[in-house]
């Protein structure tokens, strides 16, 4: 019955900027860790970026440090993630997840319990 619901992929050119949403329902993510994962063509699931249920803890992969930033809505139950000048390396389709794990870090392994069904994007050079 949980839902995740990715948007806001698309075709960007390198440099540019796009936002992702994930609107999530059927649980309320409030004291909820919120991921979100990438995977590109050939390659395995990577964590990108990962935020505590009050948003005051982050953390992301050492490639996109400084350009991307992820946030939260708790009470919308959403989560983003603004994805600034980014690069052909970037394409790839991007997951929204939960981690209904009760402790108090943010794992950046894919061992959340919902995901989403993935948006695309693509970075052209």
């Known amino acids: 019955q949980v839902q995740l619901v990715e948007s806001g992929g698309g075709l960007v050119q390198a440099g540019g900027t796009l936002t992702l949403s994930c609107v999530v329902s059927?649980?309320?993510?409030?004291?909820?860790?919120m991921g979100w994962f990438r995977q590109a063509p050939g390659k395995e699931r990577e964590f990108v970026a990962g935020?505590?249920?009050?948003?005051?803890?982050?953390d992301y992969v050492d490639s996109v440090k400084g350009r991307f930033i992820i946030s939260r809505d708790n009470a919308k139950n959403m989560v983003y993630l603004q994805m600034n000048s980014l690069k052909p390396e970037d394409t790839a389709v991007y997951y929204c997840?939960?981690?209904?794990?009760?402790?108090?870090?943010?794992?950046?392994?894919?061992?959340?319990?919902?995901w989403g069904q993935g948006t695309q994007v693509t970075v052209s050079s």
């Open positions: 997840a939960v981690d209904t794990l009760n402790i108090n870090r943010i794992r950046t392994t894919p061992d959340y319990d919902y």
């Open positions: 059927g649980r309320t993510i409030s004291r909820d860790v």
């Open positions: 935020i505590n249920w009050n948003g005051l803890n982050t």
